[in-house]
Structure formats: structure tokens, C-alpha cells
């Protein structure tokens, strides 16, 4: 049972590059989300996902784009890397909210845009 | 935005002493959790208060909510060298999507625990 996996740990991209980031779940989880964390600053909230095939906008949502084609990966996508792109990445998942609001967070993906 | 402001932005203090970390806010909320998260790794969900309580426990942690002054507090006990990471508090917004969730993280505060 590994959780919450996100690939890749680190990456490089020069300002204009595009890349994916995978995050995967084995715990069938329906909600996911993805967050950015900043120095010295909380997680913001890029998007989310209720389940496969539908997603929606968080806080922060402009220059990335995001998939849910199945149940247990969520993936985030920047189609022309910024240097204000540079962040860590955290992928989160929790179950249908009520009695289990508690969100289950990945490793994350330190993310450098030159 | 950050819903969350939390105070202190750092905290350091002995091995065995407690340490008190607090949480504003600023809006309505259905719950307020609090995270843990060691250098270089993802957050630990620690403990959930929800709207209607007003304190909680869990081992070592002691949680408060104060919905009329919106503001939270985390209390670690017999603190170990162990407990060293940041810790964050985090509101629960509903979203316009029925039963969704979008938590608000506060900038968190750096504690550490000197043996």
C-alpha cells in the first residue's frame, strides 16, 4: 500500500518547456487535488478533482491544466514552464468529505524553471 | 489568498517544555485541521476540530476553535526533539461543487524542539 506517489521528485525546465506531473493513489480515494507550496508559505490550491473525468479551478489555477482519465492518478500538466512556476508540488487525495475530511499528501515534486 | 494567519512564524523552545502554536482565520468554515510537515517531505494530517466543538485531543495534542474570535490553537505537550517541523493550520471552505473540499493552509509556524 504505498499511498500517495508522485513522480518526479526533482526537475529542471527552462522557461517555455512543458512537462507532466504524475501523482497516483492506491487507496480509491474519489477527491484529488493539487497544491503548490512556496518559501515560507502554506500550500495554495491550483485544482482539484471530484472524480474521474471532472476537475475545477483552486486558487491558482492559471499556466497549468489538469486530467483525471483515471480514478487513481491525477495529473498536472504546465505547457510553457515560468520562472514563477518554481515551487514544490503536493498532491493530495481523501475520501467523499462528511466524516473524512482529512487529506492524504504526497512526497511532492521540487519543480526549478530556469 | 491565505485564510490563515498563524503565530508565531517560528518557535523554539526546549526538550520537555510545551509549545502553543495559534491559527486566525477569517471566514466561516465546517473544520479546521492541522498538519505537520517535516523539512523536505508532504504534510501529516495531526487532528480535526470541527465548527461545532471547541476542544479536542489527541496523545500529546490539544486543539481549541474559537469560532466567535475565528481563531485556533494547537498545544504540543512534553515536547521531544522529534516534534522539530513545521506545522499548519488549515480551514475547510466548502466549494460551489457538492461535497468537495478546498482546504486553506494559514504560512504555518517553524517549531523547534532543542534536546
Known amino acids: 500500500n504505498a499511498g500517495v506517489t508522485q513522480t518526479p521528485k526533482f526537475r529542471v525546465l527552462k522557461t517555455g518547456q512543458s512537462m507532466t506531473l504524475l501523482c497516483a493513489q492506491d487507496?480509491?480515494?474519489?477527491?484529488m487535488y493539487w497544491y503548490r507550496q512556496d518559501p515560507g508559505m502554506g500550500l495554495r490550491l491550483i485544482h482539484y478533482?471530484?472524480?474521474?473525468?471532472?476537475?475545477a479551478k483552486g486558487e491558482v489555477p492559471d499556466g497549468y491544466n489538469v486530467s483525471r482519465l483515471k480514478k487513481q492518478n491525477f495529473l498536472l500538466g504546465l505547457e510553457s514552464a515560468a520562472p514563477s512556476q518554481t515551487s514544490v508540488y503536493f498532491c493530495?487525495?481523501?475520501?467523499?468529505?462528511?466524516?473524512?475530511?482529512?487529506?492524504?499528501f504526497g512526497p511532492g515534486t521540487r519543480l526549478t524553471v530556469t | 489568498s491565505q485564510q490563515g494567519e498563524e503565530d508565531p512564524q517560528a518557535l523554539s523552545i526546549q526538550e520537555g517544555e510545551n509549545a502553543t502554536m495559534n491559527c486566525s482565520y477569517k471566514?466561516?468554515?465546517?473544520?479546521l485541521q492541522w498538519y505537520r510537515q517535516n523539512s523536505g517531505r508532504g504534510l501529516v494530517h495531526l487532528i480535526l476540530?470541527?465548527?461545532?466543538?471547541r476542544e479536542k485531543h489527541s496523545g500529546r495534542l490539544r486543539v481549541t476553535l474559537d469560532t466567535s474570535k475565528k481563531s485556533s490553537s494547537l498545544l504540543i505537550t512534553a515536547s521531544r526533539a522529534a516534534d522539530t517541523a513545521s506545522y499548519f493550520c488549515?480551514?475547510?471552505?466548502?466549494?460551489?461543487?457538492?461535497?468537495?473540499?478546498?482546504?486553506?493552509f494559514g504560512q504555518g509556524t517553524r517549531l523547534t524542539i532543542n534536546p
Open positions: 478533482s471530484v472524480g474521474e473525468g471532472t476537475t
Open positions: 488549515a480551514t475547510d471552505e466548502r466549494s460551489l461543487i457538492q461535497g468537495a473540499q478546498k482546504l486553506v
Open positions: 476540530i470541527r465548527s461545532n466543538e
Open positions: 493530495a487525495t481523501n475520501r467523499l468529505t462528511g466524516n473524512y475530511p482529512e487529506q492524504y
Open positions: 487507496m480509491n480515494h474519489e477527491y
Open positions: 471566514t466561516s468554515i465546517n473544520n
